[in-house]
């Protein structure tokens, strides 16, 4: 069996039949049953809680995840007990300053109060910025990446779009501060770390692949059936060169 986890890229939105997504193409060329823990909406904060969440309870042979934006995140509505994707209705930002503009903001779920809205909105506008979302978005993937290896799963780790997260890769080279009652500077990883710790960051994307690649794709700017037969046969490759089809044989 292969495990899979991502966003609306893996679950395969806008592609009508299942058997033409990349997750069961792939499971249908090895041969393999497919577990795909996938969201419509899904952030990398999801994609790491239930990552370890289920290969804790339920170790597979083999992971494949493909990264979300950084810039989404999720919660726990303590009313309901029910995790919620923050989406955004509108997301945009000043490439200078990294300030959201005004008319940026999550969805109103029905399921939240107006009072919980006004302070996620609120929280996702002014203080998880994309800096922060960046950071915390090469962290999580670190942190599953050893994690994983810990467990000794073999996975492949892929992207999904270069628009929010290869193209800020330069704001990891800034000097940062740590602050109490008074502030000081400290040592940190800067952009040449991330990228020798994970090296999918300098791949292609999915997306950019496929616009690449001058695919279909749908009204909601999901690639469509070609696009997804070319990220499977991209993933077939890997999974050959680096040999992981022998643990479907052991």
Not at 19 to 29: E, I, N, R, T
Not at 93 to 110: G, I, M, W, Y
Not at 121 to 133: L, S
Not at 235 to 249: H, L, N
Request: hydrophobic share 35%; glycine share 6%; charged share 25%.
């Amino acid at each position: 069996m292969i495990y899979w986890n991502g966003c609306s890229f893996v679950q395969g939105m806008e592609v009508k039949e299942g058997k033409d997504q990349f997750p069961y193409l792939v499971g249908s060329h090895f041969k393999q049953d497919t577990w795909r823990n996938s969201k419509v909406g899904g952030s990398n904060d999801r994609i790491w809680r239930t990552t370890m969440d289920d290969m804790i309870r339920t170790p597979m042979p083999l992971v494949v995840i493909l990264w979300s934006g950084p810039n989404r995140f999720e919660f726990l509505n303590l009313s309901t007990n029910i995790w919620r994707s923050a989406v955004w209705v509108s997301h945009r930002f000043n490439r200078a300053t990294l300030k959201l503009t005004d008319d940026s903001e999550v969805h109103f779920h029905p399921d939240l109060s107006l009072k919980q809205w006004q302070g996620l909105n609120g929280y996702a506008k002014e203080v998880r910025n994309p800096k922060y979302n960046l950071i915390t978005t090469l962290n999580h993937m670190i942190s599953t990446k050893y994690f994983l290896e810990a467990k000794q799963i073999p996975y492949l780790f892929y992207t999904m779009s270069s628009g929010q997260l290869q193209t800020m890769l330069h704001y990891l080279d800034e000097e940062r501060q740590e602050g109490a009652n008074l502030t000081w500077q400290v040592p940190h990883m800067k952009k040449e770390d991330y990228l020798k710790e994970l090296p999918c960051l300098s791949e292609e994307p999915f997306y950019d692949m496929c616009k690449r690649k001058k695919v279909p794709f749908g009204p909601r700017d999901h690639p469509l059936e070609e696009g997804h037969k070319l990220m499977a046969d991209r993933i077939i490759g890997d999974i050959y060169k680096y040999e992981m089809d022998k643990i479907f044989t052991r």
